[in-house]
């Protein structure tokens, strides 16, 4: 009787070895995945110019296209992968210089789009664009909270980034961001919102980090407008840029009006909003998330592209829509197991050399927490 025991004994404290085995090889493949993953993008796509960096968009004979976007990523990457173990200290403060080197005149705002000549010589667009300013604010602050020789700075800049996108790209009507700086108080596109900057986490850090309550305001106007459009359709798709009035009339975008032709479907802005959501833990933003989750639940494929019935655009499928379904189901949990499951094939491919957008948003779904 006492050697049974033992037996059942020695068989427990086998299966919880092999449990905790497999814990660890799983942690051990995610984090490798992980560090992989971040050595990929900044192989592919950080281009380093003496004391600074920029993120490669877009490849010519002529010239190479570098973003404010793409610079936001690139900063905001490094800096997760920071999180993760992996040196990026020297990488972030190289970007950050690019950015500062290439701010619109007399704002702190970074010039939208610069093209990078075979000479060297950089030509600068006038404008911004709210989305990338976003991301490098929040990477700032967050830069600094890893790396203490250089916190004073980076806070300071981030202060002074936060406060030209108020002055900016602040529409005090609606309570909302406006599209860049172009977009002034005056024109009809002083009322229009591109559906990828509502970012509830990172208004959140913005509000803690500064105590000026216009980013409490944005969060909740901004938010509240997304739903609105959310309602519209049963599958709660939004499009990529969106009317938002003062009366409270909300509505989709026509085509062609800002990007594409699509401008008021499911489409390379709006695909960015289960990642977006996800990231934050605010009730609204969840609901309008699980709602958009249910319908991709439903798509035995996620396609590159929707009207906002759920119809899809295009019949090819595209790791800039799979990327963030797959970290928002991994975020939600068992719910949407099955989505999660099914987009992990983005992995398999592995990182594209020439397609900087996908590989954004693979590197920032497989990096965040």
């Known amino acids: 009787m006492k050697k049974k025991k033992l037996k059942y004994i020695w068989l427990v404290l086998l299966l919880l070895s092999m449990i905790v085995g497999f814990y660890f090889i799983r942690i051990k493949g995610t984090d490798d995945m992980q560090k992989d993953t971040y050595k990929k993008w900044s192989k592919y796509y950080v281009v380093t110019q003496g004391k600074e960096a920029y993120v490669k968009t877009a490849t010519t004979d002529t010239d190479v296209t570098a973003l404010s976007e793409g610079q936001g990523y690139g900063m905001f990457i490094a800096v ?32 939208w789009q610069q093209k990078v000549k075979t000479d060297g010589t ?38 002074l980034l936060l406060k030209d996108i ?46 000026d309550s216009t980013w409490k305001s944005i969060k909740s106007s901004m938010l509240a407008s997304l739903e609105k459009m959310s309602n519209q359709h049963n599958t709660g798709l939004v499009p990529d840029f969106m009317w938002v009035r003062e009366s409270g009339e ?30 934050s833990h605010n009730k609204k933003g969840r609901k309008i998330l699980k709602k958009m989750m249910n319908f991709f639940m439903d798509e035995k494929v996620i396609y590159g592209g929707y009207q906002l019935n759920g119809k899809r655009l295009v019949n090819h499928k595209s790791a800039s829509f799979e990327a963030p379904v797959f970290y928002a189901a991994k975020t ?38």
């Not at 997760?80 to 080197?101: C, I, P, S």
């Not at 108020?166 to 977009?183: H, I, P």
């Open 80 to 111: 997760e992968a920071a999180k993760k173990g992996v040196n990026t200290k020297k990488e972030f403060d190289r970007l950050y210089r690019y950015y500062m080197d290439h701010r619109t005149a007399k704002t702190q705002l970074m010039s």
């Open 122 to 159: 950089v030509k600068d667009a006038e404008n911004s664009a709210t989305d990338g300013d976003l991301y490098i604010a929040y990477a700032l602050i967050k830069a600094a909270a890893l790396w203490s020789d250089k916190a004073a700075e980076y806070k300071k800049q981030a202060r």
């Open 332 to 369: 939600l949990g068992h719910q949407y197991e099955r989505l999660h499951q099914q987009e992990k094939n983005i992995f398999i491919k592995g990182l594209s050399k020439t397609n900087y957008y996908d590989s954004a948003l693979i590197t920032m779904a497989v990096l965040s927490d």
């Open 250 to 279: 909300i509505k989709a975008a026509k085509a062609n009006l800002v990007a594409s032709a699509y401008d008021g479907d499911y489409y390379y802005n709006a695909c960015r909003m289960p990642y977006n959501l996800a990231r």
């Open 166 to 211: 108020l002055a900016y790209n602040y529409n005090a009507e609606t309570k909302s961001l406006t599209v860049g700086n172009w977009a002034v108080k005056g024109t009809d596109y002083y009322d229009l919102v591109r559906t990828s900057d509502i970012l509830p986490e990172q208004f959140d850090t913005f509000y803690d980090f500064s105590h």
